[in-house]
């Protein structure tokens, strides 16, 4: 069973930082390729870090230089550090495995998501 819980979002002012975390139960984990996603209604979802089983990271144009992904192999956690928080940054926000290539392709179920709320 493919299993992944997000948290850590909230509502911050044009900015600010948060940090987002994911827990899987993944058996795989230490071997998966994982990404972080983000989605407003509407639109499409587009990965926006993500972060090779070996820990080499890639960021989207629109949040390289202010997004920090890491992963921990013990504890089969990614985290998200966001920093200089933009409005255009509001969005639900999702982790998932996924294949290797960007933008590649998701593996997992979805989870719920955790909101991120930037003010103006």
């Known amino acids: 069973q493919v299993q992944v819980v997000e948290s850590g979002g909230g509502l911050v002012q044009a900015g600010g930082s948060l940090r987002l975390s994911c827990v899987t139960s993944q058996s795989t984990f230490a071997i998966n390729h994982m990404g972080w996603y983000r989605q407003v209604p509407g639109s499409q979802r587009e990965l926006v870090a993500a972060i090779t089983s070996g820990g080499r990271p890639y960021y989207a144009d629109s949040v390289k230089g202010r997004f920090t992904i890491s992963r921990d192999n013990d504890k089969k956690t990614v985290t998200l550090e966001m920093n200089s928080l933009k409005p255009e940054d509001t969005a639900a926000y999702y982790c998932?495995?996924?294949?290797?290539?960007?933008?590649?392709?998701?593996?997992?179920?979805w989870g719920q998501g955790t909101q991120v709320t930037v003010s103006s």
């Open positions: 998932n495995s996924k294949t290797q290539g960007i933008p590649g392709i998701p593996l997992g179920d």
